[in-house]
């Protein structure tokens, strides 16, 4: 790709909150690329993770395949771990005070996140880097020195401290703290471009480049990516919310909830987290949009896209044919896990036991949107027992046999 096309296609989802700014980032992103040419070198390109959970679902994985599009035109890119930032957490994206991680717990869950980041990255081409290598050196002068470039007045200014600010609840001054942290990574990495969510637009655009600046280097051109929603398409996709996709799961089982997402968000997730190019994805469009492609064939590419991303086309293939047995053809999985009936046990407590519902506020939830059905007939009433055998279908992909 020249230098245009290399814009256009990493541009694509990303979502500033402002056209103008969107398009100065789009500007400097195409100058730096051409200073990268001038000097036969590849663009610097990093983004941070903190390791505050174990396991990541779709959502966490737009980042990592905006860093495999770098990586397929090229470009250095690092993979940074936050071991020392998540001892503070990202007060980003919170309106109240993230709890402290202890030291094990963040070591135990960035031993996951590497493994689970090649799933999507090329791992011959990725550079691991943990920020513990710097900031756990900084002496307090050096910390002093790199806050000297902020006042308090701008960390008030965002929303979700103004928000604590006004009602009362406590600012905690470490929390201040990660901005520089984020900074001072940018700066040792010496990075041409970091990645990163909308939550992140404040930490780069204030922090980082500021701090890289007053350090005598080359500001970082932030690269603003879009949140992928949930499968209920409107809310930003959490596990809390039971309306996430995991990426420790098969290949059956991300085909189907891709499935299930509604027809609106479709183009975000072709965006956000397909390799498809600009071009391609707007012949999908328009094919939808003409009618020349059905909604279902377009979600079903986009489902099998996703899926083989994960576990390779032959398994995103059989998946596709076990949705159409199973769903479209009305049959029923032939392997599917049995469990014995017991009549003393309420819909609630079955759908706790088999791992359908991970509360009796969730498994209520399901019942509630009539998502639970015994032999093909609604269950509405969560105290209902099971008293003969049947098939006990959640949803559209998860099936229970219940055996004498």
């Not at 790709?1 to 500033?16: D, H």
């Not at 189907?256 to 999908?284: E, N």
């Not at 407590?349 to 519902?357: P, R």
Request: aromatic content about 8%; some cysteine; glycine content about 6%.
């Amino acid at each position: 790709m020249n230098i245009n096309e290399q814009v256009e296609y990493l541009m694509q989802g990303t979502e500033y909150g402002d056209e103008i700014l969107k398009q100065k980032m789009a500007g400097e992103l195409r100058d730096r690329l051409q200073i990268c040419q001038n000097e036969s070198r590849s663009l610097r390109v990093y983004c941070g993770f903190d390791p505050t959970k174990a396991d990541l679902h779709l959502g966490h994985t737009v980042p990592m395949r905006k860093l495999r599009q770098f990586q397929e035109l090229g470009h250095d890119v690092t993979f940074l771990i936050g071991n020392y930032t998540s001892l503070i957490g990202d007060p980003s994206d919170k309106d109240v005070l993230r709890p402290q991680l202890s030291t094990d717990t963040v070591e135990d869950n960035a031993r996951t996140y590497a493994e689970q980041a090649f799933r999507i990255m090329e791992e011959g081409k990725t550079h691991i880097r943990y920020n513990a290598e710097w900031l756990a050196g900084l002496s307090f002068s050096e910390v002093i020195r790199l806050a000297s470039n902020f006042t308090l007045q701008q960390f008030l200014t965002r929303e979700n401290f103004k928000l604590r600010w006004e009602k009362g609840d406590p600012v905690y001054l470490h929390e201040t703290f990660y901005t520089l942290m984020q900074g001072y990574d940018a700066y040792m990495l010496q990075a041409d471009v970091q990645v990163g969510g909308t939550d992140q637009l404040f930490n780069i655009m204030t922090g980082a480049r500021k701090i890289m600046e007053f350090m005598g280097a080359r500001p970082n051109i932030p690269l603003i990516l879009g949140i992928l929603p949930g499968t209920d398409g409107v809310v930003k996709m959490s596990k809390s919310l039971s309306n996430h996709i995991p990426i420790n799961t098969d290949a059956v089982d991300m085909y189907g909830k891709v499935m299930s997402i509604p027809d609106s968000a479709m183009s975000q997730y072709y965006r956000l987290v397909t390799p498809l190019t600009p071009p391609q994805i707007a012949a999908i469009e328009q094919g939808v949009k003409d009618e020349s492609i059905h909604p279902r064939d377009a979600k079903m590419r986009l489902a099998r896209e996703i899926a083989a991303a994960f576990y390779g086309s032959d398994d995103a293939a059989n998946a596709e044919q076990a949705f159409i047995e199973t769903f479209q053809k009305g049959n029923i999985p032939e392997e599917i896990p049995t469990q014995k009936l017991d009549v003393s046990l309420t819909i609630v407590e079955i759908l706790l036991a088999a791992g359908f519902a991970q509360s009796k506020s969730e498994a209520r939830r399901l019942i509630e949107q009539k998502g639970v059905r015994f032999e093909g007939n609604v269950i509405d009433n969560p105290a209902e027992t099971l008293t003969s055998e049947g098939v006990l279908q959640v949803g559209k992909r998860h099936f229970l046999r219940m055996t004498a």
